[in-house]
């Protein structure tokens, strides 16, 4: 369980957040901030970006580890949770654990036995929750951009968002116990696990001052509309697209065969005003054992075969999204060059001792099924919604899953006439 060290979650900027009134961030308000100063907050707000989406301490507990699977992926169980980067070091929780008011997912005992070293509140007082963000406030797969937008949206005031950063506005110590790098875990637990406490990239101290600059830089408080100082205004559409493609569980052996599938695709393009870039990347195995009873007793292998593929790719793209005003509704339309992203796979077969190889082509581009962004037009300057599609019961032994998953967030600022 070393990978402790990279996969437990560690809370800064976890739950207890609120949906804002309106009046934070309402739509249609305009910015007040003039051109120069939307840059200096865009340039201010970039140093939070990189640490918040590149420190374990706030990444692994805003979606990138989720304790409720097995291994990395989708969860066939909550259509909320984005896609884990890595796997939960205590291995696979339950999901009968109880979800909070706000939306955080509140830990049951069983996780507590071990993340139970919280630090003391602010005032002295015994810390008494940990949690992980809600899928709402993810950071996974997430651009400088977006994420502004989300520390705006989710904390609605500035004192909240600097609140929330020093100690949860005095609900809970998770920033720092984030920072002490211990994740709230018992001594016994971080001998067992062999967790390394090792410190953060930058100190608590400096996590402060940096949203405080931020915030400076805006003129000292959250103005206009959830835009107004993380972009400048664009008439085409910024945002992001996430593909997901997750199949996974279909293993099994008895004596006379084995076998283990398993697929893992994600695709996603970001743009700004219209133009930016696609990236995917796929992984894939299947590997398979046949064996026939010997008359003498025991078994013998008889045929086998092993598929392994990889591909990966960057290429520029562009998104437009056409609106059918006499519908009301919208359909978000892609470009970008196939090329970059093709790979290979490696197929081996083999009758008992004589094998054969080839090589196959094999994409990073998941295949969607026609599960395409787009539908009913609610506001002509954002379009936002999902699809998924997942299937049980699937594979040799009906013990496999298979998810489909897409989400698309997109804006302009100011509307093409």
């Not at 005031?157 to 720092?176: C, P």
Request: aromatic share 6%; proline share 5%.
């Amino acid at each position: 369980m070393a990978q402790y060290l990279r996969a437990v979650a560690v809370a800064v900027l976890t739950a207890a957040l609120f949906i804002p009134s309106e009046a934070g961030a309402q739509k249609g308000a305009s910015c007040p901030l003039t051109d120069a100063q939307t840059k200096r907050a865009i340039a201010a707000f970039q140093p939070l970006a990189t640490f918040l989406s590149g420190e374990p301490r706030c990444f692994n507990c805003h979606g990138g580890v989720n304790p409720f699977i097995d291994g990395v992926g989708l969860d066939s169980e909550d259509p909320n949770a984005p896609p884990s980067q890595f796997e939960h070091g205590g291995g696979k929780q339950g999901h009968d654990n109880p979800v909070s008011k706000d939306g955080s997912v509140g830990l049951d005992e069983g996780c507590k036995d071990c993340h139970s070293q919280m630090l003391p509140k602010s005032d002295g007082t015994p810390s008494t929750t940990w949690t992980l963000a809600p899928g709402f406030m993810s950071f996974v797969n997430k651009d400088a951009t977006t994420l502004c937008r989300q520390m705006k949206r989710t904390s609605g005031t500035a004192e909240e968002f600097l609140g929330h950063l020093k100690d949860d506005n005095g609900r809970n110590s998770l920033g720092a116990t984030a920072f002490a790098g211990r994740r709230a875990l018992t001594d016994r637990d971080i001998k067992k696990y062999e967790v390394q406490v090792l410190p953060p990239a930058i100190t608590h101290d400096r996590l402060m001052q940096m949203g405080r600059t931020w915030i400076d830089a805006m003129g000292g408080k959250f103005q206009g509309d959830i835009s107004c100082g993380c972009e400048l205004k664009h008439s085409k559409w910024s945002g992001e697209i996430h593909y997901v493609i997750d199949s996974k569980g279909d293993a099994g052996q008895n004596d006379l065969q084995n076998w283990a599938n398993r697929e893992l695709i994600t695709f996603t393009i970001i743009v700004s005003d219209g133009v930016g870039t696609a990236r995917g990347h796929a992984e894939m195995s299947a590997v398979a054992e046949n064996r026939q009873k010997m008359a003498t007793g025991g078994y013998k292998k008889d045929t086998s075969s092993r598929l392994q593929g990889t591909a990966a790719g960057i290429a520029p793209a562009t998104v437009e999204v056409r609106i059918n005003e006499a519908t009301g509704t919208y359909e978000v339309l892609t470009t970008y060059s196939p090329q970059p992203f093709a790979g290979k796979q490696t197929a081996e077969t083999c009758i008992r001792d004589s094998c054969n190889s080839k090589e196959l082509l094999y994409s990073a581009i998941p295949n969607m099924g026609g599960m395409q962004p787009g539908g009913k037009l609610e506001d002509t300057d954002h379009v936002s919604g999902s699809r998924r599609d997942v299937r049980t019961n699937v594979g040799r032994a009906k013990n496999g899953v298979f998810i489909r998953s897409i989400t698309w967030d997109l804006w302009r600022t100011t509307s093409a006439k």
